[in-house]
């Protein structure tokens, strides 16, 4: 069964880089899912795609987001982390990790249990 796991800090200041990863279980990203995404929720929002990266590697952004995001992963580890930078209070939310054989979605097959980010000074 696949299962997904996101870790990063709960509290990221105005201006800095938030970064997240998602550790991923039962199979390797590089095959099993055809697509891993990342997802946020605000609070009283609904769910915002924010960008994948494919079992090949290549690399997809909400057109939104895409001059503040960054999606990489690390095949060793079974890993993909998000990256996004000069954040704002605006930013706060619920993140989710997932993954899924279409993007972009704000219900993949498969998501983890989210972490909340706070962005405060």
């Known amino acids: 069964q696949v299962q997904l796991q996101e870790s990063g800090p709960g509290l990221v200041k105005p201006s800095q880089t938030l970064s997240l990863t998602c550790t991923v279980s039962?199979?390797?990203?590089?095959?099993?899912?055809?697509?891993w995404s990342w997802i946020r929720q605000p609070p009283g929002k609904g769910l915002e795609w924010m960008g994948a990266?494919?079992?090949?590697?290549?690399?997809y952004y909400s057109p939104s987001l895409k001059s503040r995001t960054s999606i990489y992963r690390d095949t060793s580890k079974n890993q993909f982390t998000l990256q996004l930078t000069s954040v704002t209070p605006e930013d706060t939310a619920v993140y989710y990790c997932?993954?899924?054989?279409?993007?972009?979605?704000?219900?993949?097959?498969?998501r983890g249990q989210g972490t909340q980010v706070t962005v405060s000074s």
């Open positions: 997932g993954g899924g054989s279409v993007v972009p979605t704000t219900t993949p097959t498969y």
């Open positions: 990266i494919s079992s090949s590697g290549s690399t």
């Open positions: 039962g199979g390797s990203i590089t095959s099993i899912i055809s697509y």
